[in-house]
């Protein structure tokens, strides 16, 4: 079955996402789990291609910058970012909701 780039894009950021099985999500946007799965094989092959340019090491002057507004702001020296990898529960909109 082929579907659009649109779709499959969907489907992999639904999947990334969400804790959500290959079944919930086959059901939820009417496609095979085949299908499903290599739409997000393509869309993270796609994202790995172009990681660099999406993610880089910042400049010295961004790292200086970046250290100086944290240690102001929170009291952490010599630390240039923070990653936070907490998934925040979003209750869904009375209407439309999927």
Known sequence: MTISAEKQLYIALYVLGTPDSY????T???VGKAT???AVKRVVKALCKHRNHFIRWPTQKEMDDCSQRLQMQ???PKV???LDG???YISAP?????
């Open 80 to 82: 240039i970012g923070a």
């Open 86 to 88: 907490t998934h925040v």
């Open 23 to 26: 079944r919930s999500v086959v």
């Open 94 to 98: 009375a209407q439309d909701a999927i």
């Open 28 to 30: 939820k946007f009417d």
């Open 36 to 38: 499903a799965w290599r």
């Open 74 to 76: 929170y009291g952490f």
